[in-house]
């Protein structure tokens, strides 16, 4: 028996902003050889359906399609097309304890040509308290297709904790969170005969927050540290095993210009930008980008 009531049990999300990136390819930051453009600008647009059925006050399930879509000016061999279908199931053991599972299925289309497919399954019990916060403990299993090279072919799991304290009386919160993760690849021989896979273990650690400035202008942020220690990648002549560090840091400008506007919902500006450093003892993958991105969001 449905439980849905009037009003909407479905949303659909538009976001169309333009970007600037000045390291589109992630060359390398000492690059053995001169290299082509780096830079370049661009467009980005997603489309985002969802659709909701509760069956009660405890069980739902939630159905959504999105698709994301970066254009670039002159490197488009780098254009990506990414379509995801997924599913959600819900359980509410009362209105501070929940769990949920959600799956999804992505297509990935790269520089015209069909990239890659990914199974992903993702559930997780999620607890709010009315002092301490939002508790979230997860599993996640991925499974990779990789159409343009069998070796990058694997299964990669893993689990995390994410907490975030809720400051009281305002929008404001920080949080932290942990996730350790495993990836199998399948491998390939080498034009040299030698074999090379890519499995690794990675270890991720984030902060995050937001907090509401004058104007209502809400301004967020995360830095996300991640360790990727590879199991069998020489990084060298000498044989030395690969390990990568990741710095990345996200800060987010939002202002909602209408709450409404004819048949649409929270017209709001944003603003992004994205700096990313991977710190490698294998050069080629040992570099430096930013993205900066503004446009505009709005709900149906």
């Given at each position: 028996?449905?439980?849905?009531?009037?009003g909407?049990?479905?949303?659909l999300?538009?976001?169309?902003?333009?970007l600037h990136?000045?390291?589109?390819?992630q060359n390398p930051?000492?690059?053995p050889?001169?290299?082509?453009q780096?830079?370049?600008?661009?467009?980005n647009?997603?489309?985002?359906?969802?659709y909701?059925?509760?069956?009660?006050?405890?069980?739902?399930?939630?159905?959504?399609?999105?698709?994301?879509?970066?254009?670039?000016?002159?490197?488009?061999q780098?254009?990506?097309i990414a379509?995801?279908?997924?599913?959600?199931?819900?359980?509410?053991?009362?209105?501070?304890?929940?769990?949920?599972m959600?799956?999804?299925?992505?297509?990935n289309?790269?520089?015209g040509?069909?990239?890659s497919?990914?199974n992903y399954?993702?559930?997780?019990?999620n607890?709010?308290?009315?002092?301490?916060?939002?508790?979230?403990v997860?599993?996640?299993?991925?499974?990779?297709?990789?159409?343009?090279?069998?070796?990058?072919?694997?299964?990669q799991?893993?689990?995390?904790?994410?907490?975030?304290?809720?400051?009281?009386?305002?929008?404001n919160?920080?949080g932290v969170g942990y996730?350790?993760?495993?990836?199998?690849?399948?491998?390939?021989?080498?034009?040299s005969?030698?074999?090379?896979?890519?499995?690794?273990?990675?270890?991720?650690f984030k902060?995050l927050?937001?907090?509401?400035?004058?104007?209502?202008?809400?301004?967020?942020?995360?830095y996300?540290?991640?360790?990727r220690?590879y199991?069998?990648?020489a990084?060298?002549a000498?044989?030395?095993?690969?390990?990568?560090?990741?710095?990345?840091?996200?800060?987010?400008?939002?202002?909602?210009?209408?709450?409404t506007?004819?048949?649409?919902d929270?017209?709001t500006m944003r603003l992004?930008?994205?700096?990313?450093?991977?710190?490698?003892?294998?050069l080629?993958?040992?570099?430096?980008?930013n993205?900066?991105?503004?446009?505009?969001?709005?709900?149906?």
């Open positions: 028996m449905s439980v849905n009531k009037a909407k049990n479905w949303k999300q538009l976001k169309t902003q333009f990136d000045d390291n589109v390819a930051d000492t690059p050889v001169v290299t082509s780096e830079s370049d600008s661009g467009f647009g997603n489309l985002g359906f969802n909701t059925h509760k069956f009660n006050n405890k069980i739902s399930l939630a159905a959504d399609y999105d698709i994301d879509a970066t254009v670039y000016g002159d490197l488009s780098f254009d990506l379509q995801m279908w997924g599913l959600k199931p819900k359980y509410k053991f009362n209105e501070s304890m929940f769990v949920d959600q799956y999804f299925y992505m297509w289309i790269a520089g040509n069909s990239f497919g990914v399954i993702n559930p997780s019990f607890h709010l308290h009315k002092t301490f916060g939002l508790t979230r997860h599993y996640f299993y991925k499974n990779t297709d990789n159409f343009q090279n069998q070796a990058r072919d694997g299964d799991h893993g689990g995390g904790i994410t907490h975030i304290y809720l400051i009281p009386n305002s929008k919160y920080v996730q350790v993760s495993d990836e199998d690849t399948d491998g390939g021989i080498l034009a005969g030698a074999f090379r896979d890519f499995d690794r273990m990675i270890h991720d902060v927050g937001r907090v509401m400035l004058p104007e209502d202008i809400q301004l967020s942020g995360e996300k540290f991640s360790y220690e199991d069998n990648f990084a060298n000498a044989a030395t095993q690969r390990d990568d560090k990741q710095h990345n840091f996200r800060f987010r400008l939002r202002k909602v210009l209408f709450e506007l004819g048949c649409l929270n017209v992004d930008y994205l700096h990313q450093n991977n710190e490698s003892n294998f080629l993958r040992d570099y430096h980008s993205r900066f991105m503004g446009g505009l969001e709005a709900r149906f």
